[in-house]
């Protein structure tokens, strides 16, 4: 499977971007799906993740109640909604998903076989 990830761009604190992340391929349904980010000089960390079913979700402490992640199984998409957007989130956001996916290890990257290039999101004034 192939992912393309869009929507990342720049914003006023305060403001809301939507990512998008497209996968190839007519079995997007069987893979659990996460955001993850990478600021500049830092490691890559979990955002936001959800299981194939759509029924399991996990977010960060960090974007807890301002970041939604949700699918759409018959556009091969999943976004993940951004609000209330902070300084701090500024990196590089990349999706990943894989058919092992579940709660308990939706958070590590090395869970994930397949990722995309990574869009960037920059919160500044």
């Known amino acids: 499977v192939q992912l393309q990830a869009s929507g990342g761009g720049s914003v006023l604190p305060g403001g809301s971007l939507r990512l998008s992340c497209v996968a190839s391929g007519r079995t997007f349904s069987r893979y659990g799906v996460g955001w993850f980010r990478q600021a500049p000089g830092k490691d890559r960390e979990f955002v936001a993740g959800?299981?194939?079913?759509?029924?399991?979700?996990g977010y960060a402490e960090s974007v807890k109640g301002r970041f939604t992640v949700s699918r759409d199984n018959a556009k091969n998409t999943v976004y993940l909604q951004m609000n209330s957007l902070k300084p701090e989130d500024t990196a590089v956001y990349y999706c990943?998903?894989?058919?092992?996916?579940?709660?308990?290890?939706?958070?590590?990257?090395?869970?994930?076989?397949?990722w995309g290039q990574g869009t960037l999101v920059t919160v500044s004034s």
């Open positions: 959800l299981t194939r079913g759509g029924s399991g979700t």
């Open positions: 990943a998903v894989d058919d092992n996916i579940i709660l308990s290890s939706m958070r590590r990257s090395s869970s994930y076989d397949h």
